[in-house]
């Protein structure tokens, strides 16, 4: 059984920096890409960030670009989002997902995601 478990949600000041870490179990981690989404309320689930599985290639919403970054240590099965500058509009639930194809290569739509996590909340104050 797959299985994603999302952790480093918090409350943060605007301009402060959260890391947030997905753990993957049941489903090889080293040949499966990974992806951040995140759903404000009241709005759709959107893209975030994107990395495939050799990590060496990465894709970022434009909202976010050159203010987060997505990392995956493929010996902890771990993908990283490290989210810097944040905005009161970067508040939402974040979720990571990874895709039911092997491809190494970077997925950023919704439905090509399978597999999603519990989500972690992300609250930037102003």
């Known amino acids: 059984q797959v299985q994603l478990v999302e952790s480093g949600g918090g409350l943060v000041q605007t301009g402060g920096s959260l890391r947030l870490a997905c753990s993957l179990s049941?489903?090889?981690?080293?040949?499966?890409?990974m992806g951040w989404f995140r759903q404000a309320p009241g709005k759709e689930r959107e893209f975030v960030a994107g990395i495939n599985w050799t990590g060496d290639t990465t894709n970022y919403a434009d909202s976010v670009e050159g203010r987060f970054t997505i990392s995956r240590d493929n010996a902890k099965s771990t993908v990283y989002l490290q989210m810097n500058g944040l905005k009161p509009t970067d508040t939402a639930v974040y979720y990571c997902?990874?895709?039911?194809?092997?491809?190494?290569?970077?997925?950023?739509?919704?439905?090509?995601?399978?597999?999603w996590g519990q989500g972690t909340q992300v609250t930037v104050s102003s």
């Open positions: 997902a990874a895709p039911v194809r092997y491809n190494n290569r970077v997925y950023t739509a919704r439905s090509e995601y399978h597999y």
């Open positions: 049941g489903r090889a981690f080293s040949i499966t890409a």
